[in-house]
């Protein structure tokens, strides 16, 4: 072995990472995430010939887990929809799970790779190809950011602010979407509107979201969301509708919950389960393969 070539490439590599002032944890600094956090954004949609469409759209962190593919992701509610994300400290890059996307049922949604003294360039698994630019002023409380710009078919644009992560998206050519950070909660920290719209995290019922993994085996997540502090029931039922296991989970707290299911004892199969407060349920499909 040439150890004195090993140990001038790891001084060079060393050296490299000295000069751009960078480090994996500085980087990854530009798209937080913890259990805890969440954005809100403002949504502005032009149509040619019509008047601004204006909406809003909530993300919070609510948990973690293993899915199939054997990573670890986090569980995001966006808009009462559950996503999984993940950082890859390796690659520099923003993961979202995806089911036959890419590769390894996920594709690779930002980029946390930047040059501080040049831009580069960063194609996606996709094939689309963004340049990548660090600017060090003008982000969220005047923070440097990382601004991601591709011009395909269609033009699209996303600043990573470091410290809050997405705060500025824009896709569009004719028809044209802007989406804007209003408010910020993370890892304690609270930028924007003071009132964080709390409001908009609880749903005024029960919701019920479809369990993750699926197909399972033998461990699934149950994640549901409560408006008022319950007591709640999840159930189990097997194809023919006979409830083969029951749980109660009391004074769960108002938000997001979530319970993970071992089907180790039973066959593969389609299973049903039952999530209950009070007078409300929901029900879902489940399939076990084992």
């Excluded at 908009?200 to 479809?210: G, P």
């Excluded at 033998?218 to 159930?235: D, G, L, M, Q």
């Excluded at 938000?255 to 409300?280: D, L």
Aim: proline share 3%; with cysteine.
């Amino acid at each position: 072995m040439n150890y004195n070539l090993n140990f001038w490439l790891i001084l060079v590599f060393f050296s490299t990472g000295i000069l751009f002032g960078q480090s994996v944890e500085e980087n990854c600094k530009y798209y937080p995430l913890h259990i805890g956090d969440e954005w809100h954004y403002k949504i502005t949609e032009y149509t040619e010939g019509s008047d601004p469409e204006i909406s809003f759209s909530d993300r919070y962190v609510t948990g973690d887990t293993v899915l199939q593919n054997g990573l670890k992701y986090f569980v995001i509610n966006e808009d009462g929809q559950l996503v999984f994300e993940r950082i890859d400290s390796l690659n520099l890059k923003v993961m979202k799970y995806e089911k036959n996307s890419c590769e390894n049922d996920e594709k690779d949604i930002y980029s946390l790779d930047f040059n501080p003294d040049m831009q580069i360039q960063w194609i996606d698994c996709s094939g689309r190809e963004w340049d990548v630019n660090y600017l060090s002023s003008g982000g969220i409380e005047d923070s440097s950011y990382i601004r991601l710009y591709s011009d395909m078919l269609d033009t699209r644009e996303n600043h990573l602010d470091k410290g809050w992560g997405l705060s500025y998206a824009f896709t569009g050519e004719v028809n044209s979407v802007y989406k804007t950070l209003t408010s910020a909660v993370v890892a304690g920290r609270v930028w924007g509107t003071a009132d964080i719209p709390k409001k908009n995290m609880i749903a005024r019922k029960i919701k019920l979201f479809q369990n993750f993994p699926n197909p399972f085996n033998p461990v699934t997540n149950i994640a549901f969301s409560i408006p008022t502090k319950s007591n709640v029931r999840i159930s189990i039922f097997d194809l023919s509708g006979k409830m083969i296991e029951t749980v109660e989970l009391n004074n769960l707290m108002p938000g997001t919950h979530t319970y993970q299911w071992n089907g180790e004892h039973y066959g593969s199969g389609i299973y049903f389960y039952r999530v209950k407060i009070g007078t409300q349920s929901e029900t879902r499909k489940m399939v076990l393969l084992k």
